[in-house]
């Protein structure tokens, strides 16, 4: 299956836990995870070894050991809220410093596609902007981002490299989003998203895909891609009772959009 490779200059411990990490990020959660003797026998390290490496991953929130039956791939580190909230206050809640990297800044006329989201005429401006998100450094998400570029004239001209996209639209443009609605599906990694992220491509990854509406004009739509291995979404759910009304069911057939 896997083998720790022979780099002589690093310690056989760090590769072992490089080559766990690779591992633990690709199975699904729950599965065992192989035992400190299997480790050693098949890495060529001492036992000693292999519990350090496990002990690192447990640290880590990856795996959980339960005693008498071993290592199991461990439930995902974040949560992400559903909530509209950004990426950076998500990240910054949890403790961790978040970051971006812009992968493109665009100005393209509306396809068909876009035009229809945003309720606009076909041909009219839209920003699209990527961004790889990063929390601590370590790469968590990609997200595309549409906007509707006569919301916010000059946005293109903002370093969102080091600020937060929604901080921006409050802060220049009075843009606090008011309703929103977020579909949540399951994907595979494309070659180039699983490259950014440093995932084997076809992994499984999370894909939200975000419309977020102040008084009622659509601003910004947003795909944004996190592996799968990582994350899990939560959300407080209400009683239906409550309304009286019988509520329109959350799974709904998918619709493959930008
Ligand atoms: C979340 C949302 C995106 C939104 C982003 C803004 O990740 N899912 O739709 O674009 O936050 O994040 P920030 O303000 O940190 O740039």
Partial sequence: MWKTRGVSDVPKYA???EELTHLVDTLPIGSPVPSERVL????????MTARRALDVLEQDGRLQRIVGKGSFVSRPAVSLPLRLT???????????RPSSR????????????????????AGEAILRLVRLRLADGAP?????????????PGLEALDLEHESLYAALE?????????????????????????VLGID??????????????RGTVIERTTSIYPGSRFELS????????TGETPESAVRPRRDTK
């Fill in 235 to 242: 959300a407080a759910i209400a009683p239906v009772s409550a």
């Fill in 15 to 17: 590769l072992l836990v």
């Fill in 201 to 214: 491509a076809g992994a499984a990854v999370l894909e939200l895909v975000r419309t977020s509406i102040m």
């Fill in 40 to 47: 050693a026998e098949r890495s060529g390290v001492s036992r």
């Fill in 140 to 152: 968590l998400a990609i997200e595309r981002s549409h906007l509707r570029a006569s919301a916010v």
């Fill in 86 to 96: 950004s990426f950076t206050e998500d990240i910054t809640a949890r403790g961790m």
């Fill in 171 to 195: 802060r220049d443009y009075g843009i606090r989003f008011d309703a929103g609605e977020q579909s949540i599906r399951a994907g595979n990694a494309t070659p180039i998203d699983a490259e």
């Fill in 102 to 121: 812009v992968l493109e800044q665009t100005t393209i006329p509306a396809d068909g596609v876009l035009a229809e989201h945003f309720d606009v005429t």
